[in-house]
């Protein structure tokens, strides 16, 4: 398994595993600066580890990147979906009976 270093010079493990990479960016962009970081700082990190990839990793990453956007998506959907269900069995019947 490579390794790259981050800007701070952690080492990012590419296992392949996204999680892995997610949880070293929030370890060492977010809780390093005790959560004080900007948008910027996170992007510019993101950048330099997507600028350390080979193709293949990179391609690897977005794949399954786009997987689990994917997924997060139809939860999202899905959920609204549910709660317009819940609110029309709820809401009271306007029509006078």
């Known amino acids: 398994m490579r390794t790259i270093k981050m800007t701070?010079?952690?080492e990012l493990p590419l296992d392949g595993d996204l999680l892995t990479l997610l949880?070293?960016?929030y370890r060492e962009v977010t809780l390093r600066k005790e959560l004080d970081r900007s948008f910027e700082d996170?992007?510019?990190e993101i950048q330099h580890?997507?600028?350390a990839m080979s193709d293949d990793e990179r391609r690897q990453?977005?794949?399954?990147?786009?997987?689990?956007?994917t997924v997060s998506y139809e939860n999202e959907?899905?959920?609204?979906?549910v709660r317009r269900?819940?609110?029309t069995e709820e809401a009271p019947e306007t029509e006078s009976e």
């Open 23 to 25: 949880e070293t960016l």
């Open 8 to 10: 701070d010079g952690a």
């Open 77 to 81: 959907r899905l959920s609204a979906y």
């Open 85 to 87: 269900l819940a609110e």
């Open 42 to 44: 996170m992007v510019r």
């Open 49 to 51: 580890v997507i600028n």
């Open 61 to 69: 990453y977005l794949a399954e990147s786009l997987f689990l956007n």
